[in-house]
């Protein structure tokens, strides 16, 4: 592999669009591509879930869309459904990750409506999003960024616009990784 | 498992050559040539096997990714030396909308002609060739078997090339 070619730095780079958890002046930025039907981003939400009591206010976490939808038949509905939820405001679209996260066997469509009524957002808003205008447009938006980005499977980690090339199943190498963003430069 | 292999392939076959022409089965029945596609970009993938891990997370990934080789004109092709009912159930399994071209027989000897054969592992390699319209080789990757190359690349590749070199139905404007 040619230096050259192994650019994997996030483009486009984390803004105010983007779903964020902790400050914006936080040291270090984990963003992470994720697929809410995705055995293995569902193993790594509990290991963000740490990182961030680890790192506390250090750590800002973004989360963008990567659904391979022939692979997962209700994750790109699903991503669809935590924009539509999360157009009403960034706790309710962190409520939905979560939900998603926590009920991956269910994400049939009639699932995610009612999610998004436990929430308080009218199911309907969800399942009309299904059919496509903005909040699929933004759901494809993540993906062909992350694509260009260097995203390879999902999850795909970047710490600070850097793609994290690391075992991100091993909270501690991620953790270090992390850390080692947060630290001053020289 | 992201052991690195020995890097037997022989040298890719350089950017800036003619892609040498081959026909290999994609399906029991059906045979496909890389020159049926001149006239429009080909992403050529090797990839050491069907089903292994490495290897499903990159189909999957690029099957995701039609649209964005229709805008470049671009046809996908994956190679291993799988035979044609491998691929055939592969392909079923993960619902692939390209063709897995079967190296078959003799063995890998598309793979060679590329410079993308492990000898040692009777495997293709994980090598990536971006082909334009007149069949020469635009940009070419050698991966670690263990590793996923992505996408980032082969867009970059197809983003490159002119409007000829894609030979898309837009490039008219200029004779």
Not at chain 2, 4 to 11: G, L, M
Not at chain 2, 31 to 38: A, C, G, N
Request: net charge negative; with cysteine.
């Amino acid at each position: 592999m040619t230096a050259a070619e192994s650019t994997s730095t996030l483009t486009p780079p984390v803004s105010d669009i983007d779903h964020a958890q902790g400050p914006a002046h936080a040291k270090v930025t984990l963003v992470e591509y994720g697929d809410y039907e995705c055995s293995y981003c569902g193993r790594a939400y509990t290991i963000v879930k740490q990182l961030q009591d680890e790192m506390g206010m250090q750590m800002r976490f973004v989360f963008r869309n990567f659904p391979l939808s022939e692979a997962h038949p209700n994750a790109l509905h699903a991503a669809i459904a935590a924009e539509a939820v999360g157009a009403h405001g960034e706790d309710e679209f962190w409520q939905m990750h979560d939900t998603l996260f926590e009920h991956q066997d269910a994400l049939e469509d009639e699932d995610l409506a009612a999610y998004a009524e436990e929430i308080g957002i009218p199911g309907t808003e969800v399942t009309d999003a299904f059919r496509g205008g903005e909040l699929a447009d933004r759901v494809h938006a993540d993906f062909r960024g992350g694509v260009r980005s260097g995203v390879n499977g999902t999850p795909t980690f970047f710490v600070n616009g850097e793609r994290f090339d690391g075992d991100w199943s091993d909270v501690q190498a991620l953790l270090t990784a992390v850390r080692h963003a947060a630290r001053p430069q020289r | 498992m992201a052991t690195t292999n020995p890097t037997n392939p022989r040298e890719l076959l350089a950017i800036g050559t003619e892609a040498p022409d081959f026909t290999l089965n994609s399906t029991p029945d059906q045979k496909v040539s890389l020159s049926d596609f001149r006239g429009r970009p080909v992403v050529l993938v090797f990839y050491p096997a069907d089903w292994s891990p490495v290897c499903g997370d990159q189909v999957a990934l690029y099957n995701e990714m039609q649209s964005e080789f229709a805008e470049s004109n671009a046809q996908l092709l994956g190679i291993s030396v799988d035979g044609a009912w491998c691929h055939l159930a592969f392909a079923k399994d993960r619902h692939l909308h390209y063709p897995l071209l079967a190296d078959f027989e003799p063995k890998g000897e598309v793979s060679k002609k590329y410079g993308a054969y492990h000898d040692e592992l009777g495997e293709s390699a994980r090598a990536l060739f971006v082909i334009d319209a007149n069949g020469v080789i635009r940009w070419n990757h050698l991966s670690p078997d263990g590793v996923n190359p992505g996408a980032a690349g082969i867009l970059k590749a197809l983003d490159a090339l002119t409007p000829e070199l894609r030979g898309s139905a837009t490039a008219g404007s200029t004779p």
